[in-house]
């Protein structure tokens, strides 16, 4: 189907979703495992875990770089300790899909659309999870900060380089970014994706989502095809 024929199309050919929060329930791993990791290196926890709060969805290596005053070698000692801590939570079994994820996803590519999905984590850690939840080969594309130049959330990278990758869409207009943070919706609004949507399963309120910049907050990814269903409508 060529998109370009009609330049006001309002097909979403690309959704780009992400993984922890949104798709997979981890059950606050990610404060668990930043509390391994700040131990690990002698630190405090209970004086960064705000922070790490805040900005759920922006990539580790970012937080630990503030976290440290910018001291590369510390940050990335740190990101080392949370992703192995991450990494030993998941191979323990303690994630599964968030309810109505992967059915979702299989919605959403029995409509025609292309899927991918997307995390702050490194790679190693993504792959984890993607094994652990039988997910490697569910959609077409994943992307890390580091598939994105290293620029995580806030950031449009990652959406972007979906966009790019997949030639899903002829027009950023056509690309819809689901995802549960603060710094999700950040992104997809710089992406200039034509429906950004906060869900509420994971780390933040529908008011700090729409503060954001949600078109639209879901109460699970679940209601995702449904939605852009009715936008097309």
Sequence with gaps: MNHMSNPNTREHTLVVLDMAGTTVADGGLVEQAFTAAAERLGEDPATMIDYVRA?????KISVFRHLFGG?????????????????????????APVPGAAEAIAALKDQGRTVVLTTGFARVTQDAI???????????????PADAGGRGRPYPDMVLA???RTGAADDVRQVVVAGDTSYDMLSGVRSGAGIVAGVLTGAHDEAALKEH?????????AGLPALIGESEA
């Design 55 to 59: 900005t759920m969805g922006e990539s």
């Design 71 to 95: 001291d590369e070698t510390r940050a990335e000692q740190a990101n080392l300790a949370f992703e192995a801590a991450y990494g030993e939570l998941v191979s323990d079994g303690r994630i």
């Design 130 to 144: 993607l094994d652990a939840l039988g997910w490697s080969d569910l959609v077409e594309l994943t992307l890390c």
């Design 162 to 164: 979906a966009f790019l």
């Design 213 to 221: 910049g949600a078109t639209h907050v879901l109460p699970s990814v």
